[in-house]
């Protein structure tokens, strides 16, 4: 599953006062209104589309194309085409309707993931009881996905020094964001303001229609707490059985999101640390080596990759400098079973000259393949954030006075990722959402997941979020890595599998390990 979780790892790309480790949440007045509960005649058409199901990929799997309107404030002036896909309950007992499946991003495919994990991953009784589904959400993937920049292109992003040392470095980084979104803008102009949370919530309630629910059971992780917990402010009535893994806090604004995952790094990262000293073949430190320290050589190997990067083996001719390597060491943060393949890479890179492993890592972390092609990810990551949030910075100027606080919360990553948030400053479409609470008042009992050592979402999110919403019974993972459900935890398995099929929240306060 860790492979497929890397979708989740971007969340939030572009992150107020206040300690770096403790943001409280749940501090904006203003909460997410629900809709009307009855469809305005001028949606009814989409809600009574007929899918033409049709085999496609996988074997037992259906795929079909939906419409839902481009704007929902004009539903005449255009449509979306939204790719759906289901593999149809495989059990003799009572049918429980469709289960909804999104594995977070943004901009992370849906479908894939259906198809790859939950689709034939999922526990046996799950999948006897329930018609897996998946939509793309709008602009990803399947679904008319946002473009941006051509894999030369990517490749050229992708490797955009964020730890500028002087000012020629920071007009390099300023100019390779403005490349990128003057790409997505020319490419995708269409959709640019058409790809928010809130409009991709009120596609998965046509979705519902469509696949004949009457109520949303669903399961997201990571970014798809965000989506569903939307869902649930909009149209709380009709919620089903809902799991909320690796929950987000939409209270949050961006640079408190992305303050927040940097600290969540970075407490990963002394996990990895600690793990790693107990290793011989550790290369950044032995047995009395501090996790610190520990962090200390990973810095100074960073700052050799920046004037110095080292062959990797690509057949494009890429190296691996800083940005690449710091990548390779997020994208294994996110799962403790990584923590090998990482140590093994950062072994061959520190001590063998040979940088493979760790490109192979953030190779994995962008979707790019060994041909040279990008899955969408990256872009549809930044259209969805860019959009649900203002930007966390206005210009290289509020980064630099930022500098201090993010490195305070990671001194590895903080840097970088602080720099990593300046990308919506040019976005060439105004953000249309703002931070706010979801109370979702009305909802049936949903299942907000948090895991003690989280790094993209780390527990304090979930516990927000838990406060917020009027029904939701937290339950907590402690542990390592990033969403809990079908990581290994029989616990957290049980609680989770008991409420899909009995419908059975866990009890208030029920922690696994």
């Known amino acids: 599953m860790a492979a ?31 809709l009307p509960r009855s469809t305005p005649s001028a949606l009814t058409p989409y809600y009574a589309q007929r899918p033409h199901w049709r085999s496609c990929g996988t074997p037992g799997f259906q795929c079909a194309t939906i419409k839902a309107p481009l704007d929902y404030a004009k539903p005449g002036s255009g449509d979306v085409r939204l790719a759906v896909a289901r593999k149809k309950a495989t059990g003799k007992g009572k049918p429980l309707g469709s289960l909804l499946v999104n594995p977070g991003g943004p901009g992370g495919s849906a479908i894939s993931y259906l198809q790859q994990y939950a689709g034939i991953g999922y526990p046996a009784d799950v999948r006897a009881r329930y018609d897996m589904a998946a939509v793309d959400p709008r602009g990803v993937a399947r679904s008319e996905p946002v473009e941006c920049l051509d894999g030369r292109q990517m490749d050229a992003y992708t490797q955009t020094d964020l730890t500028p040392d002087d000012q020629g470095e920071r007009n390099a980084l300023v100019a390779a964001d403005k490349k990128f979104t003057e790409g997505c803008g020319a490419h995708s102009a269409r959709l640019l303001r058409h790809v928010s949370t809130v409009e991709t919530a009120r596609d998965m309630d046509i979705v519902r229609a469509v696949l004949g629910d009457r109520k949303l059971n669903y399961v997201g992780a990571s970014y798809g707490t965000f989506l569903g917990a939307t869902y649930a402010g909009l149209f709380p009535e009709r919620v089903g059985r809902m799991v909320l893994d690796g929950a987000m806090d939409p209270s949050l604004d961006a640079r408190e999101l992305n303050l927040d995952q940097t600290a969540g790094f970075e407490t990963a990262f002394q996990e990895f640390a600690k793990d ?48 690449l390597a710091t990548t390779g060491v997020i994208a294994a943060m996110y799962d403790e079973g990584t923590w090998e393949q990482l ?86 479409v105004k953000a249309t959402g703002e931070p706010h609470r979801i109370e979702a008042k009305g909802a049936a009992p949903i299942v907000v997941v948090g895991t003690t050592r989280d790094p993209a979402t780390p527990y304090r999110e979930a516990q927000s979020l838990a406060r917020q919403l009027s029904s939701a019974r937290l339950l907590t993972y402690v542990g390592d890595g990033h969403t809990a459900y079908g990581r290994g935890s029989s616990c957290i398995d049980t609680a989770i599998n008991t409420y899909l099929l009995r419908g059975t929240p866990p009890t208030a306060g029920k922690r696994c390990s």
């Open 343 to 428: 140590r093994e890479a950062l072994f061959s890179a520190m001590k063998e000259n040979d940088g493979a492993g760790l490109l192979v890592l953030s190779d994995s972390y962008y979707e790019r393949d060994k041909s040279g092609r990008y899955s969408n990810l990256m872009m549809a990551n930044a259209a969805v954030n860019c959009l649900d949030l203002p930007p966390a910075f206005s210009g290289p100027e509020q980064v630099e006075k930022a500098l201090p606080q993010f490195e305070k919360a990671s001194p590895i990553f903080g840097g970088g990722l602080a720099w990593a948030s300046l990308n919506c400053a040019y976005w060439p």
């Open 4 to 34: 497929l979780l890397t979708a989740a790892a971007l969340l939030v790309t572009a992150c107020s006062s206040g300690s770096p480790t403790m943001s409280t949440g749940g501090t904006v007045d203003a909460a997410l209104a629900a």
């Open 276 to 323: 790693c000293v107990r290793h011989p073949d550790c290369p950044l430190g032995g047995t009395s080596t501090t996790p610190a320290q520990v962090g200390d050589h990973l810095k100074a190997f960073f700052r050799k990759l920046d004037t110095h990067p080292i062959p990797a083996g690509d057949p494009g001719g890429r190296r691996l400098g800083e940005a």
